[in-house]
Nanobody, 126 residues
Framework: QVQLVESGGGLVQSGGSLRLSCAAS????????VGWFRQAPGKELEFIAAISWSRTYSYYADSVRGRFTVSKDNAKNMAYLEMNNVTPEDTAVYYC???????????????????RGQGTLVTVSS
């Protein structure tokens, strides 16, 4: 069973950048897609980005497209979320997640993600 640990969150000024990391253990990420979710205070969980198992395709929600970039380093068994030009609306707890089926093509389906980390808090000040 895979365990995921997010890191890299913190306080950043509006317009700044931050890179979140997702470290996997117990199983390789090589054959599996990785997704990123976030939950802002008082709001529902939002599916914001994902990368296919092959790293060929990526998905971005409208709220982050053009500002965030998702990537996966199979050699390090890590995934990343590069966040640029952040705004206070990006303040949330960010989670990475992966799926349980090898070669899954449903990387852009939030309901297909199971294993999730404990989250890392990102706070954007205005």
């Amino acid at each position: 069973q895979v365990q995921l640990v997010e890191s890299g969150g913190g306080l950043v000024q509006s317009g700044g950048s931050l890179r979140l990391s997702c470290a996997a253990s117990g199983r390789t990420l090589y054959y599996y897609p990785v997704g990123w979710f976030r939950q802002a205070p008082g709001k529902e969980l939002e599916f914001i980005a994902a990368i296919s198992w092959s790293r060929t395709y990526s998905y971005y929600a409208d709220s982050v497209r053009g500002r965030f970039t998702v990537s996966k380093d199979n050699a390090k068994n890590m995934a990343y979320l590069e966040m640029n030009n952040v705004t206070p609306e990006d303040t949330a707890v960010y989670y990475c997640a992966t799926q349980d089926r090898r070669y899954s093509n449903t990387f852009n389906s939030p309901g297909d993600y199971g294993s999730r980390g404990q989250g890392t808090l990102v706070t954007v000040s205005s």
